[in-house]
């Protein structure tokens, strides 16, 4: 049975910025958490960040911002020596930089994974870290751009398939392809 990784955050877990959760309510969802699939974890908090924190997105040029897998793999190999001038970063509202500890969540998301042989991901829409396909730009106004989270991107980089939890039967379908 194929094990499943998702946002802390959906399984009712208040790790969100705000202090709150996003408990995903679905037959779907449900039947895999019976079925114990889930592996879950929350980024942010793997990373080293508090809750609450501050709300934060990821401040990048567009055309760097569209393809993020391979900029979020470079952040990731210079996470020792982050250069000052790298392309994508996260900020938060306050203009604090948190892409150091963005990138360690996403490593530790992608460590679990691979400890679990995990293929599959259920990630929070539009989140900085697990969004998928539609992330803020950067401006803190609500305005959604083609872009993944950085967590998001490193585990599609590495071959998981990242679903949102608005892509719940497209996850089912593809459990059924791969038999499990
Ligand atoms: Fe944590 Fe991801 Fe949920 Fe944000 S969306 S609270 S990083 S699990």
């Known amino acids: ?13 208040a790790v969100r910025y705000d202090g709150k959760d ?4 679905s037959p779907l969802w449900q039947g895999w958490q019976q079925q114990g699939r889930f592996v879950s974890i929350c980024p942010e908090c793997a990373g080293g960040l508090p809750t609450p ?13 569209r393809r993020p897998p391979a900029e979020i793999s470079r952040l990731s190999a210079e996470m020792q020596t982050p250069d000052p001038k790298q392309a994508i ?21 992608l460590k679990l994974a691979r400890e679990a042989n995990i293929r599959f991901a259920i ?5 900085p870290s697990c969004g998928k396909g539609l992330i803020y730009d950067g401006s803190f106004s ?39």
């Open 89 to 109: 970063r996260v900020v938060t509202v306050t203009g604090e930089d948190v892409t150091a500890p963005f990138v360690r969540g996403a490593e530790a998301a």
């Open 1 to 13: 049975m194929e094990k499943i990784l998702v946002s802390a955050c959906l399984l009712g877990e």
């Open 123 to 127: 990630l929070k829409a539009r989140s």
């Open 142 to 180: 609500r305005t959604l751009i083609d872009g993944d989270g950085i967590t998001a991107a490193l585990l599609s980089q590495h071959g998981i398939e990242v679903f949102t939890e608005h892509q719940l039967p497209q996850l089912a379908k593809r459990l059924a392809e791969v038999g499990s």
């Open 53 to 65: 924190r501050p709300a934060a997105e990821i401040v990048s040029p567009p055309a760097e911002i």
């Open 22 to 25: 996003n408990l995903l309510d």
